[in-house]
């Protein structure tokens, strides 16, 4: 079964950047499976940002040009790079594939203050 551990998170000012990692082991997989997922309290968990099968990339509306997902198939490792952060990205952040294949890592918080 594939682990997924999350990194990256922390506390920062608004309009600062933040650079997440999800470090894969364990299976076999594609990065472009791969997919960022957010959440906070009292809401459900919500997809942020994915690949495509041609490798385009997909973001959710509210972080499109603010935020990019990358990989590195030779690490088995994805990226999530935020920049211009603002409040309302305060989550948890993990990752998974589009089809939720795996279980989900432990998560990592990213806090952005005003």
């Known amino acids: 079964q594939v682990r997924l551990v999350e990194s990256g998170g922390g506390l920062v000012q608004a309009g600062g950047s933040l650079r997440l990692s999800c470090a894969a082991s364990?299976?076999?997989?594609?990065?472009?499976?791969m997919a960022w997922y957010r959440q906070t309290p009292g809401k459900q968990r919500e997809w942020v940002a994915s690949?495509?099968?041609?490798?385009?990339?997909y973001y959710t509306e509210s972080v499109k040009g603010r935020f990019t997902i990358s990989g590195d198939a030779a690490k088995n490792t994805l990226y999530l790079q935020m920049n211009s952060l603002k409040p309302e990205d305060t989550a948890v952040y993990y990752c998974?594939?589009?089809?939720?294949?795996?279980?989900w890592g432990q998560g990592t918080q990213v806090t952005v203050s005003t």
């Open positions: 690949f495509s099968n041609r490798g385009n990339t």
């Open positions: 364990g299976g076999i997989f594609s990065i472009k499976d």
């Open positions: 998974n594939t589009l089809s939720f294949s795996f279980n």
